[in-house]
Nanobody, 123 residues
Framework: QAQLVESGGGLVQPGGSLKLSCVVS????????IGWFRQTPGKEREGVSC????????YYADSVKGRFTFSRDNAKNTVYLQMNSLNPEDTAVYYC????????????????WGQGTRVTVSS
């Protein structure tokens, strides 16, 4: 069964860093779209960073450009989100998601989702 499992969240002070991981498994056909999303209570889930695995092109939300980096380790079927210079506005539950075909970085474009990992940025 298709499965995505996130890890790496936690509590960090403003200005700190975290690296999230997502292990992707169980797909009969390899997904070509993998993304990181985040959600806070009462707010819509937003795309943080998404990649088209067919050509490696990567999207970053304006709010995280220059601070977050999406990377992949194909041998381990794992994707990562390196988050630097974190601020309280980055506090959210972070999800990784996948779909067979890449079309963008909106939540409705992704069918398969992980359970989420919580990131709290606070002093």
């Amino acid at each position: 069964q298709a499965q995505l499992v996130e890890s790496g969240g936690g509590l960090v002070q403003p200005g700190g860093s975290l690296k999230l991981s997502c292990v992707v498994s169980g797909f009969t056909l390899d997904p070509t779209a993998i993304g990181w999303f985040r959600q806070t209570p009462g707010k819509e889930r937003e795309g943080v960073s998404c990649i088209s695995t067919s050509d490696g092109s990567t999207y970053y939300a304006d709010s995280v450009k220059g601070r977050f980096t999406f990377s992949r380790d194909n041998a381990k079927n794992t994707v990562y989100l390196q988050m630097n210079s974190l601020n309280p506005e980055d506090t959210a539950v972070y999800y990784c998601a996948a779909d067979l075909w890449y079309s963008g970085c909106h939540s409705w474009e992704y069918e398969y989702w992980g359970q989420g990992t919580r990131v709290t940025v606070s002093s």
